[in-house]
């Protein structure tokens, strides 16, 4: 009995170490690695799947930040998570006029490959995404 159960228990560790969110740095591909390890020399990072991209997310200079990189290696988007009170006054009068029980929690800033910025806050479970006039531009399933 106790074999059975050291054999039950064994498997189910097994299993659920691969039922993890977090990609191991392994399965990333190397030109995504190369990218990051070019663009932030020395700084550590958890690497996650995003659709077909690879996410690393770090600290620099103190304040969160993620990188989305595709397969080939090109940065598709920075996010760095700035202070709530960072965010415009269009931005904040949208939230109050729109989510009016609502606060907002996180804030980030984010810029694409092609330098567009987009400011993200972060209401109830979803993410409110503005232009960098402080146009709401879509709302995102946190």
Not at 1 to 22: D, E, P, Q, R, Y
Not at 46 to 57: A, M, P
Request: net charge negative.
């Amino acid at each position: 009995m106790n074999k059975a159960f050291l054999i039950v228990l064994t498997a189910a560790i097994f299993v659920l170490s691969g039922c993890s969110g977090k990609f191991k740095e392994s399965q990333v591909p190397a030109t995504a690695k190369q990218t990051f390890e070019k663009n932030y020399p020395g700084i550590k990072g958890t690497w996650d799947k995003e659709g077909n991209n690879y996410e690393v997310s770090f600290k620099k200079d103190g304040k969160n930040t993620s990188v989305v990189i595709d397969d080939s290696g090109t940065i598709v988007e920075t996010e760095t998570d700035i202070p709530v009170t960072d965010l415009s006054a269009t931005v904040q009068d949208y939230v109050k006029q729109h989510y009016r029980d609502k606060v907002i929690k996180e804030a980030s800033m984010i810029t694409k490959a092609n330098g567009e910025v987009n400011y993200e806050a972060e209401v109830g479970d979803k993410d409110l995404i503005f232009d960098a006039n402080g146009k709401f531009l879509e709302e995102e399933k946190d």
